[in-house]
């Protein structure tokens, strides 16, 4: 349970952010880089830390994680050299980890991101690229270990405190999941693992002084980011409150009893002996390396909603939806590309594209759906030949067909009763089962207008137009009152 | 290549063709191994098959070389797939490799053959092959004088004539110092000139794969195969053929290359070695060289500086044996994993290779690792820069492998403490990274003495070149009861 | 003579082979952090013996201390491409994925995994691990 921080204390949040990124093979083998196989399946010598190994650096691990640190505006290392972080530890085979400490690839920087319903900044300390430890599950009396993960490669990205609440911290991280999704460099699956974070938490009297810290570890979901932050800047404030000091350590977030815990570590497992990677030489990279780099990075997903917002006229909440995922941002931008309105798209992809994707268990890419079908349903809307009742059954269509719209419409028949004879016929069949109507129409009173369009919609199957059927009461009453 | 050297070729590689030819050598070695403990693994008959191959049919054909047919055993710390890896340590006694290192690899490719695993101070760590789980390795000279080491069981392989050629591995002087204190040659690489994919790493700013050979035309051989940019050792360096060949004074055989001697750096000689220098130097004079002084001033500071960076890596790089992957697990295990790890180190590994962990660990620790670890570091620096500075003025460097002769095994001889201070000599050319081959000079009271010549990065050439003049000029003297071809080749005429 | 000058392992009063005799001494706490740190547990009969040998090794090192490196940088990595044309490093390796199964289940290099001492349906097996 979370008590409410007085507001004379002041939050101070960094984060540590673990990217696994997507590559074919790990960051110093070539074993397949790979979620959910055998345990042990995907290993060799180098990764199981066998003797006589050494490591052999991937060059799309290290391009991907130079397009971290580029998108998050860091100054880029014109080398990359690593260094061993020595520990022991069963999940780590070498009983060090290859890691980046006095000259990390990326180092400064920042990322703006929407918060609170505004925008707010984030410092970066620094970007590293470093190997993944493998998995431990413990059972009864023993540990067991599949070393698939050993040698993933991992960006750490480190922030500033500059966040000041669990909600901040979660809405950054929203965003930067956003982001490597943008990049291509990690899927960002929290469950998965493929985003890990651990949270620096200090509470002090001032926005400028920092308190003491603690780092506080085992979040495992954006939810969980939120509580555990909150929990603890509370149990700080508490302690403070009474008079007592923070001890800098490192707590657990229990999940099942919402509070974070004390986890006791040696003194000695915290110095970790850092001295340069003997096996990895300062590797300089060439121009070419950096030019790839640029050329692979991408709109960014803030500058793209800024963009979106400014050159298609949308709302702050269309263009938060439109640029959430990258695949959604295309998709929009082919629409309107093809001549379509973006604001009639930006709906359609928000309600009801969204609705039915979601009941099918389907994603943009994966579904029916081209911008080339939409922009034609757009269209057929548009020229009035469907209404947008109809626009919405041939859209559930042409998902679960495969058909364009236009075929869908010829083929069930869904063309829309524009015969103005047959419509008035059905207008004077409802009037007259209905005399009071008559009788208000007669007074010039339009009242039943609307009921008579959906009686006569009713009795169309929904194909009639209804301004048609507008103009054909209005026309009526207009003779009435001539007579 | 030389009459002498073809015809021991031939004899050498007859053993692929003849296989009781064969068969009375693997008798010879067996004797001679029960003697001496040079190898911890030799059978060569579970392996028949590879005799029946024709050169250079492991995966990519090679036209028949120098190398074909030629037996050569691997220093344990070695990786040779399907051969154990026990690098002389009880932890890893069990071992069997599962791969095969690049270098090893490539002079298989090249028709050579692995026929065994050689003994070696545990983990590459000492001066005398006495600290072996397998027990100590003898010295065909003298059983009462170490072999030298780390790599004492490729020296004697070599110089008990059971084999051509061996590789071994060099930190501070573990191919040269042996091979001197077995009267063989010794070839220290530039570091990054051969592949370190499969040697198990002792301090891997320091390590090199090396060759011990019973002459320098065959130890060029090896080295000309084994070289070369590896993708899986980032760590090697890819020369463009220019440099492959020194160039210069070198293009002619009778060239005759200036050679530096730091005098002034070497006024702790036993008196036999001191001799054997001035000897080495009137050689050189003979065959055209010109000598002259040069300055290392930094040599007092090399071996501390040394020992600070080998074992700090040491330290670093024998922490993955823990017992959980692979190698013997202590069987002691209640309660904690922690239990395993502990009890598995404790009991596997020997007290000298426990003392270099404990050094290493302890000079990178926070508040230590300034005076020590970046010290050490900034004294290579300067120790590279003197080295690079003498090579200024000559082509080669000659200065003893050791400042005394082959020590005697056990006390009367020197201590772990001695043994280190005096490996200085060595350790010059593991902290600069510049190619260094030892060579047999002369026996001194039944025991023999090399010297060793350094040379600019990648230029061994130079020194394969030297030695071999040298050496046909004043043959190498064999060590007594030392195999040949000849004694098991019947007489044909 | 060199033989005469070095230091013995027996001669306890001289800890360090320099000349003012300066001597390191190891406590008993900085003993077992470092074995701790290092994974090694210190049988009682060794422990002396081990801190013998790390004393006489450290006061040794303190050579270092007489020679002025402060105009110089550390070296970590002894090969130089830089400043010669000629030589290059090793290519960075490229991202394909080699199937383990396949490479290292072969009957001839038998199955990674189960050097391991235990193993149960795949996964490497420990004590407890708190």
Partial sequence: MTVAIPSSWVTHVGLEIHVQLLTNSKVFCACRNSYGDPANSNVCPVCLGYPGVLPALNQEAATKAYLIADALESSLSPEVSFERKNYFYPDLPKNYQISQYAVPLGSGGRFTFECDGDEKTLRIREVHLEEDAGKMIHVADVSLLDYNRAGTPLVEVVTQPDLRSGEQAEQFLIAFRSLVRYLGVCDGNLDEGSLRCDANVSVSGSESELGTKVEVKNLNSFKFVRAAINFEASRQAEELATGNSVRSETRLWNENRDVTESMRVKETDSDYRYFPEPDLPPYPLADEFFAAVKQRSVELPLARRRRFTAAYSLGARQAAFLTAEPDTARFFEACVERGADAGAVARWLAGEVQRLLHQRHETLTSSSLTPARLTELLSLIESGEINGKIAKQVLAATLATDRDPRLVVEQEGLKPVTDTEALEAVLEEVIAAHPQVQAQLARDDNKPVGFLVGQVMQRTQGQADPAAIHSLINARMARVQQR | MDQQAQQAARGWARLSEDAALRSRWGERVRTLNAALNALIQFDPESREQQWQRPAGDLEHASPPSRLTGLPFVVKDNIAVADYGLTCGSNLLRHLQSP??????????????????????????????????????????????????????????????????????????????????????????????????????????????????????ELARAVFEVM??????????????????????????????????????????????????????????????????????????????????????????????????????????????????????????????????????????????????????????????????????????????????????????????????????????????????????????????????????????????????????????????????????????? | MLTENLTTATDSSNRSNRADGRAVSLTDVELTTTAEMARL?????????????????????????????????????????????????????????????ARWRSAETGALVQRATETEEGFIITPHVF
Avoid at chain 2, 130 to 144: E, I, K, L
Avoid at chain 2, 184 to 211: C, E, H, M, N, Q
Avoid at chain 2, 442 to 447: A, N, Q, V
């Fill in chain 2, 227 to 493: 070289r070369g940019v590896d993708e899986w050792d980032q760590s090697s360096i890819e020369v463009a053929p220019d440099d492959a060949r020194a160039g210069g004074s070198d293009a002619t055989p009778d060239a005759a290359p200036t050679v530096g001697i730091p005098r002034s750096a070497l006024s702790d000689l036993d008196p036999a070695v001191a001799e054997a220098l001035a000897l080495c130097e009137s050689r050189l004079q003979e065959i055209g060289c010109k000598t002259v002084n040069v300055e290392l001033a930094t040599l007092e500071y090399v071996a501390p500086a040394y020992y600070v960076i080998a074992t700090a890596e040491a330290s670093a790089n024998l922490a993955r044996f823990d017992g959980i992957r692979y190698g013997n697990r202590s069987s002691q295990v209640a309660g904690a994993a922690e239990e395993l790890v502990l009890g598995s180190r404790s009991a596997g590994f020997g007290q000298e290779v426990k003392t270099r962990i404990l050094v290493g660990t302890y000079v990178l620790r926070a508040g230590f690792q300034e005076q020590y670890y970046q010290r050490a570091q900034r004294i290579r620096t300067l120790v590279r820069r003197d080295v690079d500075r003498a090579l200024e003025r000559c082509q080669l460097l000659l200065l003893p492998t050791y400042p005394v002769p082959p020590f005697k095994v056990g006390g009367g001889g020197l201590d772990e403490f001695q043994q280190k201070q005096v490996d200085a000599y060595t350790c010059v050319a593991n902290l600069s990274g510049h190619p260094a081959l030892a060579f047999p000079v002369t026996i001194s009271d039944g025991l023999p003495i090399g010297m060793q010549l350094m040379a600019p990065p990648f230029a061994e050439d130079r020194l394969f070149s030297i030695a071999g003049r040298l050496e046909r000029k004043w043959p190498v003297q064999r060590a007594p009861g030392a195999l040949t071809m000849d004694d098991l080749v019947p007489a044909e005429g």
């Fill in chain 2, 99 to 216: 791969y095969t290192a690049t270098a090893v690899a490539r002079l298989q490719r090249a028709g050579s053959r692995v026929v065994g695993k050689a003994n070696l101070d545990e983990f590459g760590m000492g001066s005398s092959s006495q600290h072996s789980a397998f027990g100590g390795v003898v010295n065909p000279w003298d059983a009462g004088v170490v072999a030298g080491g780390s790599s004492g069981g490729s020296a004697v392989a070599v110089a008990a004539g059971m084999v051509p050629f061996a590789l071994g591995s060099d930190t501070g002087g573990s191919v040269r110092q042996p091979a001197s204190f077995c009267g063989v040659y010794g070839l220290k690489p530039t570091y990054g000139a051969v592949s370190r994919f499969g040697l198990v790493a002792y301090a891997s700013s320091l390590d090199v794969i090396g060759i011990v050979a019973d002459g320098a």
């Fill in chain 3, 41 to 101: 547990r210190l049988a009682d009969g060794e422990r002396s013996s081990l801190r013998a040998a790390i004393e006489q090794i450290l006061g040794y090192f303190d050579q270092m201390q007489d020679i002025d490196v402060s105009e110089v940088e550390p070296t970590s990595h002894p090969a130089v491409t830089a400043s010669n044309p000629r030589l290059h490093p090793a290519p960075l390796r490229q991202d394909r994925a080699v199937d383990s199964a």
